[in-house]
């Protein structure tokens, strides 16, 4: 039953380290539910999740961290919100798709609550940083009692609501790598209002050298059981000047490699029909 | 554990309160504390009618706008909030509510305790903030009696008295 008042009981589990919160993950595992932002959680709570355990990273100070370098890029640990991530400027001009996403995730309260890794787990077909994130690259930083893994984000999201993820293991953070001297990318999105899930949305990170586009990633949301990337319009981009004609290009292939549904938001043959469009604007968007 | 004994600061007054660890910061402000100066509506996120405004000194303002459905009271302990009920000072009300009463921006009231809170979070911010960004900062709160244009006049107004007090 749902009830948006009462929750259903579980044990509240409050760890102040990650060495305290990977020795509960690997415990109690599929048992219990780990808790950040809470914009998800509390809404799968109310529906049918029935955790014993929730485990709460709230007051674990190592978990809260925006960190860039040269070498090693961007790192953002599994408390860092939506809100954070928009302040940081060196997010906004290095990871520009990924700034636009966070900036977009749902309401003013909610990028005051939800953290970015959050929604990477939800791994929501139509979720904005999902999308961002597979057109960046990178990796999900994963850990348990036996240590940390970093799993790629192009092998992290399985199928709907799926996750290459083993119940023993905490999402700790994000690493996405430095980008490539000349690199640009963009997100966009389709809704009815702001505030809305996306009907549609598209991501792309050209690699650029000078006028030419060295190698591309385009993924979109909400055209798939999860967020996916866009072969065929990486192919055309890649090795290329970027004309107009490319552009149309691009646009003409991209219906042709999705499989969207009908649901609530769309249907689709909409889907399918904005969809070249979108990563075309998108496209423009990174160029500009 | 399944219960906590917390502290709340709710508009300088201290509550001491033994909350189940599944309760929402929402249902024990409301339900165990009795006040109803907050609503309780959509439950999930949407709406912004439980908006009340949390201490965080990341913030510029040193607080934020959040969803009081969305948290666990658990994790709030010490924390300090404000509802609309801590605007009025000394028996004078806030300048959004003020405006809010003169360009009759509330039909049936139930979005306006979250909507007043989060219109207080835009002014604190910037005070001159154009019709635009009142929108854009108004995305999470709705109101279903009417549209939105007495409510965005009426923090336009709040934003001039808030600016020449500065």
């Known amino acids: 039953m749902s009830n948006s008042r009462i929750l259903p009981e579980f044990e509240l589990l409050a760890p102040t380290s990650i060495a305290e919160a990977v020795e509960m993950a690997s415990e109690y595992k599929d048992g219990a539910a780990v808790l950040a932002g809470g914009t998800d959680l509390m809404i799968m709570l109310q529906k049918s999740l029935r955790p014993q355990h929730v485990i709460a990273l709230g007051e674990i100070p190592d978990l809260d961290y925006i960190t860039y370098s040269k070498n090693d890029g961007l790192r953002i640990g599994a408390l860092v919100t939506a809100w954070q991530l928009v302040q940081d400027s060196k997010v906004k001009k290095n990871y520009t798709a990924l700034w636009q996403a966070a900036s977009s995730l749902g309401s003013p309260q909610i990028r005051n609550a939800a953290t970015i890794v959050g929604n990477i787990l939800r791994a929501s077909p139509s979720g904005d940083c999902c999308c961002a994130m597979l057109a960046l690259g990178g990796s999900v930083v994963l850990e348990s009692v036996s240590g940390k893994r970093e799993v790629p984000i192009d092998e992290f999201f399985i199928d709907y609501g799926k996750i290459n993820r083993k119940a023993d293991e905490i999402a700790v953070g994000l690493h996405i790598p430095a980008p490539a001297e000349g690199a640009v990318s963009a997100f966009m999105r389709m809704t009815r209002m702001n505030f809305d899930l996306a009907k549609v949305s598209a991501a792309v990170r050209l690699d650029m050298k000078g006028k030419k586009c060295g190698s591309a990633r385009v993924a979109m949301g909400a055209v798939a059981p999860t967020t996916v990337r866009i072969k065929k319009a990486e192919d055309i981009l890649g090795n290329t000047t970027i004309s107009q004609k490319t552009l149309d290009d691009v646009a003409a292939a991209v219906p042709r490699q999705l499989k969207p549904i009908d649901d609530v938001r769309s249907t689709a043959d909409y889907r399918r029909q904005v969809s070249g469009i979108l990563v075309k604007r998108t496209l423009q968007a990174a160029c500009a | ?166």
């Open chain 2, 1 to 166: 554990m399944k219960k906590k004994s917390i502290t709340l600061y709710i508009n300088g007054e201290e509550h001491n309160v033994v909350v189940d660890v599944s309760d929402t910061l929402n249902h024990v402000i409301r339900n165990q504390l009795n006040r109803t100066d907050l609503k309780h509506c959509c439950g999930r996120g949407e709406c912004g009618a439980c908006t009340v405004l949390v201490d965080d000194d990341r913030y510029p303002t040193g607080r934020k706008a959040i969803n009081s459905c969305m948290v666990l009271a658990a994790m709030m302990d010490g924390k300090r909030i404000q509802t609309v009920a801590g605007l009025e000072k000394n028996g004078k009300l806030h300048p959004v509510q003020e405006a809010f009463i003169e360009k009759g921006a509330i039909q049936c009231g139930f979005c306006s305790t979250g909507m007043i809170m989060k219109s207080v979070d835009i002014l604190e911010n910037n005070p001159k903030a154009k019709e635009a960004e009142i929108r854009q900062g108004l995305e999470g709160n709705i109101c279903r009696c009417t549209g939105y244009t007495k409510i965005v006049q009426a923090v336009q107004q709040a934003g001039e008295v808030m600016a020449a007090k500065k």
